[in-house]
């Protein structure tokens, strides 16, 4: 049932989200870090847990323990990696990037950003990344995406995290809406969306840490706004590194009051 609103209700809803907007802008960092170098340190051999390569078009799923680091590094320049997370303690809690993008109040995740999960808790937090070109509006690749490239072998990220979300006792209906890493999509002023390829380079990385216990499903397969011609993506080598001591002032956990207050979910939960 329609309720009416006067123009002066209308005005007054607008003024106290614009005030609650100005708060959360206000307390985000007014500069994050910096870009991380390329190409990426090497990681020391004692406190790699597992390494893989996901080749083109294909897909993996791993669990991840409360402060282990996840350090995706595509072998070329074309690849794009669509993500998706779980609570691996109840599976119906799940990443949440609509949540994650109104609480932090940009679409641009980067460096010292977190992703949250449905229920107001951290999941992941960046804490490494060369370009911060990733896409948190448009979601993985279709069977009809992938019909431009005239292979019939060509996998997509949807049946690919069908198939991902069964291995770990899940359906089509637990899965998130997705987080592709090294896909530069930005918002034109108009409204419609673009790649902006200048933003990815060779030698790009990225390093998630785990802020709960966690099960992931990753798709290597091409963006669906990616102009590029390339059939076959770029393998990707997914490497896992065991929990190191996180500070109380580390970036991730202190860059937004949004996030404190993630981060202080995650502590009550334990309770």
């Known amino acids: 049932?329609?309720?009416?609103?006067?123009?002066?209700?209308i005005n007054a809803d607008r003024q106290r989200y614009l005030?609650?907007?100005?708060?959360?802008?206000?307390?985000?960092?007014g500069v994050l870090p910096m870009a991380s170098p390329r190409p990426a340190p090497d990681i020391d051999g004692t406190?790699?847990?597992?390494?893989?390569?996901?080749?083109?078009?294909?897909?993996?799923?791993?669990?991840?323990?409360k402060g282990e680091v996840l350090r995706l590094a595509p072998q070329g320049a074309v690849s794009a990696v669509s993500l998706a997370a779980w609570a691996a303690a109840d599976t119906s809690e799940r990443m949440n990037l609509p949540d994650t993008i109104k609480l932090q109040w940009t679409t641009e995740l980067c460096k010292g950003r977190v992703i949250f999960s449905d229920m107001g808790r951290v999941m992941l937090s960046i804490v490494e990344d060369s370009s911060g070109a990733h896409d948190a509006l448009t979601g993985g690749s279709t069977p009809a995406t992938v019909e431009k490239y005239n292979d019939p072998r060509m996998r997509n990220t949807r049946d690919n995290m069908v198939l991902a979300a069964a291995k770990l006792g899940l359906d089509r209906r637990d899965i998130p809406p997705l987080f592709t890493l090294f896909a530069p999509v930005r918002v034109q002023a108009e409204g419609a969306f673009e790649w902006r390829g200048s933003m990815v380079s060779q030698g790009d990385w990225?390093?998630?840490?785990?802020?709960?216990?966690?099960?992931v499903?990753?798709?290597?397969?091409?963006?669906?706004?990616?102009?590029?011609?390339?059939?076959?993506?770029?393998?990707?080598?997914?490497?896992?590194v065991s929990a190191a001591h996180v500070p109380a002032d580390d970036l991730c956990r202190?860059?937004?009051a949004e996030a404190q207050r993630g981060f202080e979910n995650n502590a009550k939960a334990k309770g």
């Open 47 to 65: 406190s790699v847990l597992m390494s893989k390569t996901v080749p083109g078009g294909w897909y993996t799923t791993l669990s991840i323990a």
């Open 19 to 29: 005030e609650h907007q100005r708060m959360g802008l206000e307390s985000s960092p």
């Open 206 to 215: 990225i390093e998630l840490r785990a802020e709960m216990d966690l099960l």
């Open 254 to 256: 202190t860059a937004t």
């Open 1 to 9: 049932m329609h309720v009416h609103r006067t123009p002066e209700q």
């Open 217 to 240: 499903a990753l798709s290597n397969c091409p963006h669906p706004l990616d102009p590029r011609a390339a059939t076959t993506p770029d393998a990707v080598m997914v490497t896992k």
